[in-house]
Nanobody, 114 residues
Framework: QVQLVESGGDLVQPGGSLRLSCPAS????????MGWYRRAPGKQRELVAQITSGGSTFYADSVKGRFTISRDNAKTTVYLQMNSLKLEDTAVYYC????????WGQGTQVTVSS
């Protein structure tokens, strides 16, 4: 059973940066495409970034050029570096496989506000 525990969320001003982390217990981490999702208030959860086991990445248009996803297979951890944060990035952020096959974690709250 894989457990996903997201961390790194915070309150930040527009234009600021945050780095989210998600250590995922479980030996199958290295063979899975991992992704960061977010759920903004009143909206559906959406995939914002993904990274394959080989390191290929994909980003939603809304975060392209601002967010960077990376992974450390040895540490079974996936990261999301978020720069130039905007008000509309406010959401709870989750990690999971793509598609999400594991139980969702609690997520980490990112609030962008002046």
């Amino acid at each position: 059973q894989v457990q996903l525990v997201e961390s790194g969320g915070d309150l930040v001003q527009p234009g600021g940066s945050l780095r989210l982390s998600c250590p995922a217990s479980g030996s199958i981490f290295s063979i899975k495409t991992m992704g960061w999702y977010r759920r903004a208030p009143g909206k559906q959860r959406e995939l914002v970034a993904q990274i394959t086991s080989g390191g290929s990445t994909f980003y939603a248009d809304s975060v392209k050029g601002r967010f960077t996803i990376s992974r450390d297979n040895a540490k079974t951890t996936v990261y999301l570096q978020m720069n130039s944060l905007k008000l509309e990035d406010t959401a709870v952020y989750y990690c999971n496989t793509v598609p999400g096959i594991f139980s969702w974690g609690q997520g980490t709250q990112v609030t962008v506000s002046s």
